[in-house]
């Protein structure tokens, strides 16, 4: 089976940052930072497009996406589990709209907070769906070893008397 997988790319880091990182299961490959770059990209051009803060026709569908693309970075930088970066995401979605509610040309809105809980429960439904797929296709799937094809030979052992022979 070939696995198109995303290279691994490492970076040397100093070494009391690196016993931080090694500490605290921080991954800086990246397949780990393309979710990340992705927000930062994302938050980039909505901010140059778009005048945040005022309604607008996308506004939900920027919440919803940056919120997504938020959980996801949260999840694969940490490599935390799923459910702890889908609460942090949230909860930062909601203090972000309590502080809106005091920062000038802002306005809190619980459409706001509903799109940007919609984002984190899209990607916590398409992590999970994924993972029992897999789970799914490996119970499906019976591993038949090929050990003549191998160069090796079936060990039989008997187990009433704790004896193993060789054929």
Do not use: W
Not at 53 to 70: R, W
Not at 71 to 77: E, G, K, M, P, R
Not at 154 to 159: H, N, T
């Amino acid at each position: 089976m070939e696995s198109t997988a995303v290279p691994i790319l490492r970076f040397k880091l100093p070494g009391f940052v690196q016993s931080r990182v090694d500490q605290h299961y921080l991954d800086l490959s990246l397949s780990r930072l393309l979710p990340l770059a992705s927000l930062i990209i994302f938050g980039i051009m909505v901010g140059l497009v778009f005048n945040t803060g005022v309604g607008h026709p996308y506004d939900k569908i920027i919440h919803v996406g940056f919120y997504a693309l938020l959980t996801l970075s949260i999840h694969t930088l940490f490599c935390c589990r799923l459910r702890i970066s889908a609460v942090v995401a949230f909860a930062m979605g909601l203090v972000g709209e309590a502080v809106q509610a005091f920062v000038p040309h802002h306005q809190a809105s619980l459409s706001d907070a509903v799109a940007n809980g919609i984002g984190v429960a899209m990607v916590v439904a398409a992590i999970a769906l994924i993972r029992s797929e897999e789970k799914q296709a490996i119970r499906s799937q019976p591993v038949e070893l090929d050990l003549e094809g191998m160069g090796l030979e079936p060990f039989q052992s008997d187990s009433s008397s704790g004896r193993s022979s060789e054929k």
